[in-house]
């Protein structure tokens, strides 16, 4: 009975206590205590910002503050609370709008601010830069009555930018300092190439041009701006002479060999403008630090004067040989010529002109008149030839000389001869011998016909001879030039080579020694001649004759002298 009376006791109890958490929790419900308030919530989200909050009324005065605001200035926030905003701004003038009430007002409009770079000043003195964002307060009638800011504290971000910067400068300087270095050494490199005799180009591994010399330009006739970045295949255009193909394997070998390749005997190198020159040199490839090649350097060395120095050396050395033959036997041929023709002559006395033999002594008499002139001009190419100079007027020379040469001849003529030539020294008989040569040359290659024009002028050769074919071997000094041009056939250039050598001829019934002995003669007289053919368009010979200055053109100059002719009708 007692244990009954026990169990219903606690039953009992366990009903209250159950009916009170009924109702205490029917309370709660019912009076939401265990929703979270608005008011509690921006609370706890505000002292949890880790950026600062300020928060103004249209007068500008603060109204609240948050922890991390106040941890920023070193205020508590009741210092806060009621002071004006713009006693915060380091900077009140650059921020003058902050303590204007017409800046609310215009961020009616605006609506809000964002990330905008100021200075707060803290409770000690010292100055925090931070970034601001701001928006307006308004009521339920959309009436503005303050703002709120969002402070962030960004000195670590401006110290950042102050390193970053000072690393920006510090390798501004070093890139302005580098440069200067690659500029001066870019300016040594220039002074270099441009004083190389030879023409230099570089270009990258895929050919494409990064530099070139005043020498290659010349030489290509491509300038430096034109030629950038083009193919050097575009810019370089060599040909082997063998073969007549077109060399452009040099890149492709040096990628292919990692080896310096040197030009054969034999390449041409035409320009821009045609131009040919005859070339050597080399190229070679140019290797990184890694020893991996990243271009290619072209050297050409123009040996078109080598060539011409080579080919004139030669012709002077066929020519001394042949005045070595002409020195040993023409003075013995001549006397005995001379004994033929008195015997002949003797035995055309004891004969009378109808007489049949007579004919045939005359025929025999004109034949050695005929090797007497060879003879003659045998004489020109040796020792005992050398020209005896005079004072002279290369005008009469020439009127003279052609006039008698083309008398008879359906062949007209032009002459071009101003007065003011310069007067020369020379040897009349041998340079009128040098213009008929000239003159007759021309006149039979123009088989139907045609006009020669005979034209002299003033040269001055200085600094620039560009316009001579022969400037860079011709010394510096004044020349009258004398050009001969026919309109013939012209000469093909496998001639052209010869066509000074003694008796090279491509005419019938000639000995050739005509424009051999033209040669020998102006270079006794330290001048120098030049021939340009083009086939189909005629041939020029021009003479270059050293003059003695216009200061000197009215002393001593026999301007009306006679010229014996009787030499020419024997030479020709």
């Known amino acids: 009975m007692p ?34 308030s608005p008011a509690i919530a921006a609370d706890k989200i505000i002292s949890t910002m880790s950026d600062g909050l300020l928060i103004v009324n249209n007068d500008g005065s603060i109204q609240t503050v948050n922890d991390a605001l106040c941890g920023m200035l070193g205020y508590k926030k009741a210092e806060l609370i009621g002071l004006k905003s713009d006693r915060l701004f380091a900077d009140v003038s650059a921020n003058k709008h902050m303590s204007d009430k017409t800046w609310f007002y215009t961020m009616q409009s605006s609506g809000n601010i964002s990330d905008i770079q100021t ?16 928006s307006t307060l308004k009521n339920k009638k959309n009436i503005v009555y303050g703002m709120i800011f969002i402070c962030r504290d960004i000195t670590e971000r401006k110290n950042s930018e102050a390193a970053l910067k000072a690393a920006h400068d510090e390798l501004e300087t070093k890139v302005a300092k580098r440069t200067a270095q690659l500029q001066q050494a870019n300016e040594r490199l220039a002074v270099t190439l441009s004083g ?10 895929n050919g494409k041009i990064l530099l070139i010399n005043n020498i290659a330009e010349l030489l290509t006739g491509w300038g430096r701006e034109a030629v950038e970045r083009k193919h050097i295949d575009d810019c ?8 007549k193909k077109r060399v452009t394997n040099i890149l492709p070998t040096i990628l292919e060999t990692r080896r310096t390749m040197h030009c054969e005997d034999g390449w041409e190198l035409i320009s821009k403008d045609g131009i040919r020159r005859l070339i050597s040199g080399s190229a070679a490839p140019i290797n990184n630090i890694q020893n991996k090649i990243i271009g290619m350097v072209l050297v050409l060395h123009d040996m078109t004067d080598h060539k011409i120095l080579d080919n004139e050396l030669f012709k002077i050395r066929k020519l001394e040989s042949m005045g070595v033959l002409a020195e040993g036997i023409a003075g013995d041929f001549s006397a005995i010529l001379s004994e033929i023709t008195v015997h002949l002559f003797t035995a055309k006395m004891h004969l009378k002109t109808c007489d049949e033999s007579y004919k045939y002594i005359t025929e025999a008499e004109a034949a050695a008149f005929r090797a007497g002139r060879l003879t ?64 007759v040359n021309a006149d039979q290659a123009m088989e139907d016909g045609g006009t020669i024009a005979i034209a002299a002028q003033n040269i001055v050769l200085d600094e620039d001879p560009s316009p001579i074919v022969l400037a860079s071997q011709m010394r510096k000094g004044m020349y009258v030039c004398i050009s001969v041009h026919d309109e013939g056939a012209g000469i093909c250039k496998d001639h052209i ?56 053109s009215n002393e001593g100059v026999e301007e009306n002298a006679v010229l014996d002719t009787s030499d020419i009708s024997k030479s020709l």
Request: charged letters at 20%.
């Open 119 to 134: 200075s707060f000043t803290t409770k000690n003195g010292n100055v925090v830069p931070v970034s601001l964002s701001a």
């Open 196 to 205: 190389i005799g030879d023409g230099v180009i570089t270009t990258d591994i």
């Open 497 to 552: 080579e010869k066509i000074f050598d003694p008796y090279f001829t491509t005419k019938e019934n000639r000995n050739g020694l005509g424009l051999a002995a033209a040669y020998s003669i102006v270079k006794k007289h330290q001048g120098y001649i030049t021939v340009d053919s083009q086939l189909g368009k005629g041939t020029t010979f021009c003479v270059y004759l050293p003059a003695l200055g216009p200061e000197e």
């Open 3 to 36: 244990a009954l009376s026990i169990f219903f006791m606690c039953a009992i109890a366990i009903c209250i206590v159950v009916g009170i958490f009924i109702f205490f929790g029917h309370g709660l419900w019912k009076h939401k205590f265990f929703v979270l």
């Open 236 to 243: 370089v255009y060599i040909v082997n002479e063998r073969n």
């Open 376 to 439: 003659k001009q045998l004489l020109t190419f040796s020792i005992s030839g050398a020209p005896v100079k005079e004072r002279t007027s290369i005008k009469q020379l020439i009127e003279d000389s052609v006039g008698f040469c083309l008398s008879g001849s359906t062949t007209t003529y032009q002459l071009d001869l101003p007065d003011d030539l310069y007067p020369v020294e020379i040897d009349r008989g041998q340079i009128d011998q040098v213009v008929s040569n000239l003159v």
